[in-house]
């Protein structure tokens, strides 16, 4: 069919440079690697939203709406939160349109089957680019002790590790299979940490 002179008169779509692609960022480490003052400082700097999901639940149990109460139990124990529930929160908070130019994942997936919901979510949105910080357990423990957070008791600490080898590790080789991870030193300070994620994110775009 021919167009219209009304349709040839629209303007332009704007076709953005490859350069301005979104940044679909999922960052993983275990509790205690650093992981949410990277993701608070990367998302500042570029200009995405952080989408964190142990912030969501927190806030969700501090403010005791139905969705805190359903898993503040959970929380306290340091166990995890069900997948199905957790695909239905990123999947709304995903469809927000201040995602549009990217987001950066922090804490989610943490599961094969929410890595997997995950790629069903970003299908027509571009590529994800995920880095994993690696810290040796030993200094885990001792920056988890120091921090203080409710669910940073001793004996939590030591479930949330185990569930992050048991049920997160397996989603970093869900990924490097794919050939779509890096896997970054993270005991070095947070300074050099973040420059070496922001040369692996310059890397993988
Ligand atoms: P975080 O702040 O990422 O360490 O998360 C704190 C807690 O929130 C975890 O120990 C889990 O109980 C819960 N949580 C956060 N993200 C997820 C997720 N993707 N799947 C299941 N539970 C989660």
Same mark, same amino acid.
């Given at each position: 069919m021919?167009? /219209?002179? $009304?349709? %040839?008169? *629209?303007? %332009?779509?704007? =076709?953005?440079? $490859?350069?301005?692609?979104? @940044?679909?960022?999922? @960052?993983?480490?275990?509790?205690? #690697?650093?992981?949410?003052t990277q993701a608070d400082r990367f998302s500042a700097r570029h200009? +995405?939203?952080? +989408? /964190? !999901?142990?912030?969501? @639940? &927190?806030?969700? =149990?501090?403010?005791? !709406?139905g969705l805190g109460a359903a898993v503040a139990d959970t929380l306290r124990r340091g166990a995890l939160v069900d997948?199905?529930?957790?695909? *239905?929160? =990123? *999947?709304a908070r995903l469809e927000r349109p201040d995602t549009a130019g990217g987001?950066? %994942?922090?804490?989610?997936? &943490? !599961?094969?089957?929410? $890595? *997997? #919901?995950?790629?069903?979510?970003?299908e027509e949105r571009g590529g994800l680019i995920v880095i994993a910080l690696h810290v040796m357990a030993d200094v885990l423990v001792d920056r988890l002790a120091a921090r203080g957070r409710s669910d940073d008791k001793q004996s939590v600490i030591r479930e949330r590790l185990r569930i992050y080898a048991r049920e997160t590790e397996p989603v970093i080789d869900y990924y490097t299979k794919r050939g779509l991870i890096t =896997? @970054?030193?993270?005991?070095? /300070?947070?300074?050099?940490?973040f420059q070496s994620i922001e040369a692996a994110v310059a890397r993988a775009k």
């Open positions: 021919f167009q /219209s002179s $009304a349709s %040839l008169s *629209r303007p %332009l779509p704007i =076709v953005p440079a $490859a350069d301005d692609a979104p @940044l679909n960022i999922v @960052l993983f480490g275990p509790p205690g #690697a650093g992981k949410g200009g +995405i939203p952080k +989408i /964190s !999901t142990g912030e969501i @639940l &927190r806030k969700a =149990v501090d403010e005791g !709406t997948d199905g529930l957790m695909n *239905r929160i =990123v *999947r987001f950066l %994942l922090d804490g989610f997936p &943490r !599961t094969v089957p929410q $890595a *997997r #919901a995950l790629d069903a979510m970003m =896997v @970054l030193d993270g005991h070095y /300070s947070p300074d050099v940490v």
